[in-house]
């Protein structure tokens, strides 16, 4: 697999929870890469942990916390 | 014709060009017949206590067919009598009253000594003063040179010294050899140094002759580690000055010295933060008259950018040179193969398949001719594959739009330790 389709599905799968109403509350990353927390948006739901592995995929999903942008805008493609 | 004289550190110099502290300001001879070849001023050769040199001294590392791509040796400072220099400084001084003469020195670090040297030179007339502390071999070895100039207290407290007596601007010269070269310039500006100078020779060992088995340069059959220097050093050099001209501890002009052989050269050091620079290698391997390629190239270089002075150009870079952790993560260029201009070597393929990311394919394309291209989402931007083709235009770097906003790692870093500091990693593992 390429590594832009490596890191295409570890964005769909952080892009889907965020359009879910997840929220990201905690980001630790060690030699494994960052796994990475979200809550869901009713009290009574369950976390949920992604593991992600790809560069671009931990530079995205910090990219849309710090720029408070929407989860729809794929980084580093073009068209 | 753009002004092209400069003001460095109150020291008037016709032009930038200054040959350094080396073999081409050895006598009033050299330097009077670089003067007329329109050298703006002359560090002389370091003056001290006369040394004896070695046979041979010299070497060079040729490379890929240029001659001269680094050059090293194991010479010390001058090995003629103080008052000699001095005589000869004076004629010239008295010949060419409008360039520049700085004297070079280096004595034990003893306060005494200092006094003497500074006082004696200054009575001849020179427009300042250089200390070397940087010279890496020979000296170093009786505590002087390098071996000064890698203690930032001693730095420190013989910028002091000098400047007890000195009636001209100082100028302390580092060794490159050292960790973090800022902390020897803080210190130096701390001890009173109203300018900084660098970089002086980098340690090294030419090289070994593989049917001899002797060193490069040997003498009798016996070596020892010299000063590199020559074009190979400049980019050490250019980011040494770098990081002293954006550190605002330091915040004294800077002589930009190591590798400059062309104009450019000369800009590119000057837009770092050089407002002035020194010449030796180029000097000793095409003469003085490379001086003259010089100023034109930066006359025209001033006029076509309109500036009126070469001043203008002074530190206009070293707002981009910052940290890494300050690079925007999110700025994303890509490589473009253009058909046209592409020789088919697959060199470029070759580079990104064993070193890079494995995204340039071979193809057939409608012509039924071999082309490569670019699977541009896989490219990481490293520059590798416009590295090494060798065919002008054929690969362009192109910068794509990511459609986010600019974030940096330290920024980054923020946002992680934002977000975690309510949890402890347990809780969330
Ligand atoms: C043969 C030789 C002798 C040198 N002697 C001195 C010296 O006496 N004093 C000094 O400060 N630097 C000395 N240098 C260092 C140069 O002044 C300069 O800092 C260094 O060569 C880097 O510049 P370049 O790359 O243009 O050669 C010497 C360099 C060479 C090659
Ligand atoms: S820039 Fe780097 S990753 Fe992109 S094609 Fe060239 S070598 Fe490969
Ligand atoms: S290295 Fe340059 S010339 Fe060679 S195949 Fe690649 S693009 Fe073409």
Redesign the pocket.
Known sequence: MSAFDEFDQERQAIDSLLLQGYTVTGIFEDLDGARVRFIPSEPAGEPVELLLLTADARKHVTTLIFGGSKPASPIGTHT | MADLSIDFAGIKSPNPFWL????PTNTGYQVQRAFEAGWGGA?W??LGEPVINTSS??AAVHFGGQRVAG?N?I?L??DRPLEVNLKEIYETKKRFPNNTIIA?LMVEPKQEKWHEIVKRVEAVGVDGL?L?F??PHGMAERGMGAASGQQPDLVQAQTAWVKEVATTPVIV?MTPNITDITVVARHAVKGGADAISL???INSLAGVDIHSWNTIPNVGGQGAHG?Y??PA?KPIALSMVAECARDRAVGVPISG????STWQDVVEFMLMGSTGI?????V?HHGFRIVEEMIDGLNNYLDEKGLASVMELVGKSVPKYSNWGDLDLNYKVVARINEDNCINCNKCHIACEDASHQCIDMLTNAEGKAILQVREEDCVGCNLCSIVCPADGAIDMVALDSGVAPMTWNQRNQVISGLNGSYSEAEVG
């Open positions: 350094a502290s080396a073999p560090v050769k370091t001294r010299f050059f040796n010479e400072i001058t070079s250089e070397n940087g010279c010269k970089i002086n020779t000063g220097c020559g050093v010295i190591g590798g400059i020194q010449v030796c290698t180029a000793m």
